[in-house]
């Protein structure tokens, strides 16, 4: 198979990405000045694919698409702009928007900075990877659309309206997410299931206003004591989450399965290590790998009310999210957790539960689908001494069940992330080697569905007929 | 007796303390710049008393005397310039550091800002009436020594080196503080007891880092899932403190003391009303005076940890504050807590204890004290048609301890304001009434005390003895 020449070292990919990372596009209160221009920098790179940057109720997104192939089939290339929020700026070695070249503990070259691995590279590293096909060949060898949206990181509140709005101009046989992870780094793996998510806020009001401790102390319910109290009801001391309702639906592990995930190797020595814990927790009777790709999570994200005074603060609360898994419906789930609630709620104060947008159910691929074959030959094609493994992962791409419903296309999940690059947290990172690896990758997947172009239609025409 | 003129309306009062008010004199955090320019500003109110801004190892305090009567007894009038920080800015109806002046619903007129009532208008009285007598008569009719500090509001950290450094300058027979608050607004009261304070901090760590809580949730113990569960500990449902051994030492309400207090007059209702809660929330088998005047309290007065995204923090924290009673030690009330965190620490985390500086013992004043007589005397003057009561206040003044300790001189609490005036709280405010009436009632008290001088001077000879 011929091959693209990718660049002798990695000097140019890291300025051109650390052009990205510098536009802090934190979507989370974000500034739609700042937003806009991400999503324009994004648009620059698309410049072979006629790229428009579209408004939507919220930030905008980025729509492109090369369409040189008639008789191939179209793929559609997901990420997204945005990042998330710093979190506690003084826990970040470097700035997090000045991309900045280090060694890891583990010896290799990364890039740190917010979003460098969520999603601004792995997105960096689909958009090159055309960009080579065009610049060296002329064309591509099937149909590529893009879209990328700026509001990822916050539950993709309008993805949905522009979706169904826009399916006929971004129809495509497969959606191709540059979002998402690899997750772990000694094994190339495919992800066939995400999660679902759900997520809520819950207050505790207690007093009209804040109140001086010394005047009031003892003498009315404190809303912070009232929401520990009503927090700490959510699980069993166990782990098991104490929410009568919350996992109706959700198939018992088979043995099958147990047997499948024990098969992995796994250590949870290094996992606790990794993490700095000396235990594991979660439900019982499971290992960290069933837990984590099998059972559905109720987390408390934030909790927040008071200060460090004395004082009795009228208000306080808390951010909740919870994953889901195949067999529950966030709506279900949603009123399971109203109900605990209400039957909960401590005396002397009053409890107010909102549920935030964007709730989505868990996903899923069939480990057969022309894609995961594809995906599972490029990994291997990349990493030839390694297994290419099919895992799921605990997190929620919004997407998917989006375009599964607007566009009746698949996704498959071909990110160059890891897990184990500080998502979400400070001092977020991507491993340098990956994006000369994943443009490779991505060079080889976008070749075998063009080669395939026939199984990949005629799977796409089974599935518009089933 | 004879009477000081003071002005016909508010208007000049009012000015002056808005200067005052102006400046953003928030200790907690505060800036050391804005802290000297409140002290300043109060200096030059003591132009009178020789006045010195006199720096510790944190914010400086001021200090000034008056001696002109060398045959007649020495008060030390103490305050604070410090403010609380201002809380959520949202709240606030008008900007916190620019006095307004407006209607309440009460129908009375009122003095909005941070600071006004605690302790900034209190102080002014006290200051505007010493000014007066010299202004007016010449001389004050006993002799008056001042110590303000910017402190307070943290706990007054470095009072008590400065106190026992200067003993012998700010010796007194008799310290007044106009700081603290008349508990209700339709009886004058004196409180002859005030409680203790201990402060401390709960910090749980769990994993290394922050994690994205769809990559790591239901596999690892959450910082915020623990530190409620262990907080949830602290109190038993019906608002029993739950630590075990915190009121060693406390002995049971008397027959005696109950009656006494079921005696005054109290609306629950009222107080609900006001509070804007439709129940009381305390320690069973006790009514609301009884709960704020003889009860300790633990209040976890903040709480935080993560945010409103898919995370699962490192840390979560609380800040928790104990108002102590005559009979607890602020050290083995410490240690109680500590040995309950330290049984119940929840499993898979780390959990940090810390306490922070400044706890005082509760503290008491003899109700036939002659400060309290005279103080009694000179309220009954004000006011002609309500009755004197004699509280006991919930909050901490943690000067009076020291005062007693360094100085061998007990403290009357002599501050006009009341209980309701949003302390600590958004939207604090003074009943602009008070500013007269108080000077009018330092005068009388002033003048007693000196009149009286025989009887305070002997007290505080026996108590030299005692």
Redesign the interface.
């Known amino acids: 198979m011929a091959a693209l020449r990718f660049d002798a070292d990695d000097e140019r990919y890291i300025r051109e990405l650390s052009e990205y990372v510098a536009i802090p596009s934190v979507s ?1 209160d974000g500034d739609p000045a700042v937003m806009r221009r991400a999503a324009q920098w994004l648009a620059a790179r698309l410049d072979f694919a006629r790229p428009r940057i579209v408004e939507t109720r919220g930030f905008p997104v980025v729509v492109g698409q090369w369409m040189g192939r008639p008789q191939a089939p179209t793929v559609l290339v997901y990420g997204h702009i945005d990042v ?2 710093t ?1 506690d700026i003084d826990e970040w070695l470097t700035p997090p928007f000045e991309a900045t070249r280090v060694t890891g503990p583990d010896g290799e070259d990364r890039l740190r900075g917010r979003g460098v691995t969520d999603d601004k590279g792995p997105s960096y590293i689909a958009i090159e990877t055309c960009r080579q096909f065009l610049a060296q060949e002329g064309a591509l060898p099937l149909n590529v659309k893009f879209l990328f949206e700026c509001e990822e ?2 539950g993709s509140p309008h993805l949905a309206d522009f979706v169904h709005a826009h399916a006929e101009e971004l129809g495509a046989d497969l959606v191709i997410s540059a979002d998402g ?1 690899m ?1 772990r780094t000694d094994e190339p793996s495919l992800s066939i299931a ?2 679902g ?1 759900l ?1 809520l ?1 819950i207050e505790v009001e ?17 809303p ?2 009232a ?3 009503l ?2 009801t ?2 069993h ?1 166990d ?1 098991r989450i104490a929410v009568e309702g919350f996992d109706d639906g959700v198939p018992a592990l088979s043995d099958e399965e147990r047997n499948e995930i024990e098969a992995v190797p796994f250590s949870e020595e290094a ?1 606790r290590a990794d ?9 019982p009777g499971l290992g ?1 790998l069933a ?2 790709w099998t ?3 109720l ?15 009228h208000v ?1 609360s ?2 909740l ?1 919870c ?1 889901l898994v195949a067999g529950q419906h966030p709506d279900a789930v949603y009123e399971a957790i109203v109900r605990h609630v209400n039957a909960h709620i ?3 104060t009053r409890v107010g539960i909102s549920r935030e947008g964007g709730s989505v159910p868990a996903y899923a691929i069939d480990r057969d689908h022309p894609a995961i074959t594809a995906a599972t030959a490029a990994l291997a094609e990349v990493y030839p001494n390694e297994r290419v493994l099919l895992a799921r ?4 791409l919004p997407a998917t069940t989006l375009f599964e419903d607007a566009l009746g296309a698949k996704t498959l999940f071909f990110s160059f992330a890891y ?1 184990d690059e ?6 977020e990172f991507l491993r340098v080697r990956r994006l000369r690896e994943g443009m490779r990758a991505w060079e080889i997947l976008l070749r075998l569905l063009g080669d395939g172009e026939h199984r990949l239609a005629q799977r796409a025409r089974e599935e518009a007929i089933a």
């Open positions: 989370r998330q929020p979190g990181e916050i992870a997750w995400s999660k998510l997520a806020d207690g007093p009209n206003r804040d109140l001086h401790s010394g005047r009031y102390g003892g003498t009315v319910a404190n912070i004591h929401l520990v109290e927090l700490a959510l699980h001391p782990g996992y993490l700095g814990v000396d235990q594991t927790h979660g439900e960290t837990r984590l059972r559905p999570t987390e408390i994200n934030g909790i927040r009310g008071g200060g460090s005074y004395t004082v009795i603060p306080a808390a951010h999210t994953r401590p005396r002397g992962i605990g997190g929620t897990a500080l998502h979400h947290a400070p001092n």
